[in-house]
């Protein structure tokens, strides 16, 4: 699904963020990265979702380069691709369910099975009660998980996520870990970015350990 080949990133002033990044991730893999915070995660994911482009280096995902890709083939890609962003990017004056139901529509999907889905995320997460609730009004936690059930509402293949723990409790980061992992058996190739150790200890997914932007080592098998 994944593949990064000598993938260096680079900002103005001469900020390196990545340095010769090499690694593939299967169809189907729930793979995480971890490392401090400025190690260069993500920074990764932007270029996985094509929000970055490479300075050097080639990133396929599915068979296609995507710094190629351009109009229609790049949004098609991105189609395909649910995003849960660290800084979240919610439509703050929507409520929780109008930023989950927002993928789903421009997918052009019915509005009853647009409902249905928006309901059985809000409940999976525990925010059945948030239903109607103005975004910019719920705590950091909820308005993670209502990112996280945006990123992954209309089914995407791929699925980046961002720290996605980092203001929940232990209860609702369990939570949170069990949706994406029926995602992930249901088919979709999830790519997490963490340093909370709590959620890849002792799994048996692969884990790619970033310092400074530069691969530090790999632990874990190819599921």
């Known amino acids: 699904m994944i593949e990064m080949i000598k993938v260096s990133k680079a900002y103005p002033a001469d900020v390196v963020a990545l340095k010769d990044i090499s690694v593939s991730i299967g169809t189907g893999e729930l793979f995480f990265i971890i490392g401090m915070s400025g190690a260069g995660k993500t920074t990764l994911l932007k270029l996985l979702c094509s929000m970055e482009l490479p300075t050097n280096g080639l990133i396929e995902i599915g068979g296609q380069a995507i710094n190629q890709l351009k109009g229609n083939k790049l949004a098609k890609l ?12 919610l439509l703050t004056d929507r409520t929780a369910a109008e930023n989950i139901a927002i993928s789903m529509e421009v997918s052009y999907k019915k509005p009853q099975l647009i409902k249905k889905r928006v309901r059985d995320l809000l409940d999976q997460l525990d925010l059945t009660d948030k239903h109607d609730a ?32 980092g203001n929940l409790d232990a209860t609702t980061t369990e939570r949170v870990m069990k949706l994406l992992g029926n995602c992930n058996k249901a088919g979709a190739t999830i790519v997490i970015a963490t340093h909370d150790d709590s959620i890849y200890r002792n799994t048996p997914y692969r884990v790619m350990e970033l310092r400074k932007g530069e691969l530090y080592g790999m632990t874990g098998e190819r599921q």
């Open 78 to 89: 991105r189609q395909k691709i649910g995003v849960a962003y660290q800084d979240f990017k």
């Open 134 to 165: 103005i975004t910019g009004e719920l705590s950091r936690g909820e308005q993670q998980r209502v990112t996280l059930a945006r990123a992954i509402a209309n089914s995407p293949t791929m699925i980046l996520v961002d720290e996605p723990t």
